[in-house]
Structures are given as C-alpha cells and as structure tokens.
Nanobody, 124 residues
C-alpha cells in the first residue's frame, strides 16, 4: 500500500485548503484511514479517522466544525477539507492507512502505512 498526500500550501487565516491522499495497492474501503498532523517541536497529533466501513470518528477538538473528512472510492482517495484555518493549524499533515479492522484508529501506532506528509502553513 502506498499513500500520496497533496494539497498543502500557504494560506491566510480564515482561508481553506483541501488535502488529498491517493492510495494505491488496496481499495480504501478495505482500509482504516487516518489524518494526523505534526507542528514544529510537537508530537504527532490525531486529527480524524475514517474506518473501512465509512464511519467517521470524532474530530480532535481543535478542528471540530472546521475540518471535514471524506473519501471517493472511485478515485481511491481520501480528503480533508479544512476551512476557517488558523495559525495554530500550521503543521505537516500526514495520511495513514491500515488493513486491520479492530484497532484503535486514534493511535498512530495502529497504522502501518504512511504518506510522505504535506506542509500546511497558515500565516498572514
């Protein structure tokens, strides 16, 4: 399984970005998928996950109401729509995948496959 994340960039506060994670090697509806982020000097943080069934976990509190995860099975791609971006959203964003179904999808240790990360910078 290979993951290719894209869509990051520089955006002003209040702006929007949509991250994409294209998956190859396995259908995404056979995988648990997660989005994580890591800001400079901080640990990797869980953002949201979508289970193989399509069910979505709770979003981390700091992004609730602003971020939305979705997937497009035909393109084998998962998305993270990020609206009302804040400077504290600045981080490298990673998508992750795993084929095991009964795992704690909030934990980075539950994912065996990772994308390369895409930088999101929110600044005026």
């Amino acid at each position: 399984v290979q993951l290719q994340a894209s869509g990051g960039g520089l955006v002003q506060p209040g702006g929007s970005l949509r991250l994409s994670c294209a998956v190859s090697g396995r259908p995404i509806d056979n995988l648990n998928m997660g989005w994580f982020r890591q800001a400079p000097g901080k640990e990797r943080e869980f953002v949201v996950a979508m289970r193989w069934s399509g069910s979505i976990t709770a979003y981390t509190d700091s992004v609730k109401g602003r971020f939305t995860v979705s997937r497009e099975n035909a393109k084998n791609t998962i998305y993270l729509q990020m609206n009302s971006l804040k400077p504290e959203d600045t981080a490298v964003y990673y998508c992750a995948a795993d084929s095991r179904r009964s795992v704690a999808v909030y934990s980075a240790q539950s994912y065996g496959y990772w994308g390369q990360g895409t930088q999101v910078t929110v600044s005026s």
